[in-house]
């Protein structure tokens, strides 16, 4: 049995990091609330505008004025794609940032295999974690928008969206993924690999079932030019409720992770103090024993 200096030692040690691991979980709760208010009120308004774009973007796939919504290049092992997984700067989030690093791992080396062999992937990263790894294995990162993470705000998201859909007009890239978690519940997220650009037109191969069936619309001016104004604003809108899904599930990953370690650590902590009242007990026996001993051998 450990002597009482250790148990003690293990003690502090262990009550210190269950005092760290119950702080973060109150911050993480606090950040989870507020940012599922924004995600709550954010999504239904952003998939009902995602929607109508859906319903109308197939017609302006031939047109010359639907520049979003081209496809550059019939041959998609000819096309070049530009892969944005959206994680955590920051670790101690269970497996947040694994499952995002997974995912991007899996379309590099299966889904889009050719196109990467062939130098046409690029991989622009928004978190710190899931870049560390792709530079540390080698992979094609150009650099990354980590600072969106740090101070996620609409502006923000706007600025980087309008250089996506820069880059996607001057043909850069010819399609632009998204690899994120999607917010479901504190904990539960669900891990989405989302076409930012082009926007696909809603047919039922592709339709997404929280939308509803296709509906027809009355145009006013023509549909062109509603569409050349709503799309923009749908795609920063979109872009920016991806990031807030992202930072959603982050804090409920993180505050379930740190609920489960404080539980560990109060388990762990109730078998130290067992431990060391045993080793107490067993010190203060032997005392009583030489004690004892003594008195009978004088």
């Known amino acids: 049995m450990a002597n009482l200096k250790e148990v003690r030692t293990r003690i502090n040690s262990v009550n210190s990091t269950m005092q760290i691991t119950s ?3 109150m911050v993480s709760a606090s950040k989870l609330r507020k940012s599922q208010s924004a995600i709550v009120a954010l999504r239904p308004y952003a998939s009902k505008l995602y929607e109508i774009i859906q319903n109308l973007s197939a017609a302006m796939q031939t ?3 639907g520049v979003y919504t081209k496809i550059h290049k019939e041959n998609i092992e000819d096309e070049k794609i530009l892969l944005i997984p959206v994680a955590s700067n920051k670790g101690l989030c269970g497996v947040f940032n ?3 690093l997974r995912e991007t791992l899996n379309a590099l080396n299966e889904d889009y295999k050719v196109q990467y062999e062939k130098g046409n992937v690029d991989i622009l990263c928004i978190s710190k974690k899931v870049e560390e790894t792709l530079r540390f294995k080698k992979y094609h990162v150009i650099g990354n928008k980590n600072e969106l993470l740090d101070k996620l705000t609409y502006n923000n998201a706007v ?3 309008e250089k996506l859909m820069k880059d996607f007009v001057e043909m850069k890239y010819d399609r632009i993924i998204f690899i994120y978690n999607q917010f479901k519940s504190a904990g539960s997220h669900i ?4 076409q930012f650009l ?3 037109g809603s047919t039922p191969a592709n339709k997404d079932d929280n939308f509803s069936n296709e509906t027809e619309y009355i145009f006013q ?3 062109e030019e509603i569409l050349n104004s709503l799309i923009p604003k749908s795609l920063k809108l979109q872009l920016y409720k991806i990031l807030i899904d992202s930072f959603t599930s982050e804090h409920g990953a993180r ?3 740190m609920t489960q370690a404080t539980d560990n650590a109060g388990e762990l902590l109730k078998e130290l103090n067992l431990s060391y009242n045993k080793a107490r007990q067993g010190a203060i026996t032997n005392e009583i024993i030489e004690i004892v001993s003594g008195a009978n051998a004088l």
């Open 23 to 25: 702080a973060m979980k």
């Open 63 to 65: 047109s010359t004025e």
């Open 98 to 100: 694994v499952n995002v």
């Open 159 to 161: 600025k980087f969206a």
């Open 191 to 194: 891990l989405k690999r989302e």
């Open 198 to 200: 082009p926007i696909v």
């Open 221 to 223: 001016p023509s549909k």
């Open 255 to 257: 505050m379930v992770s």
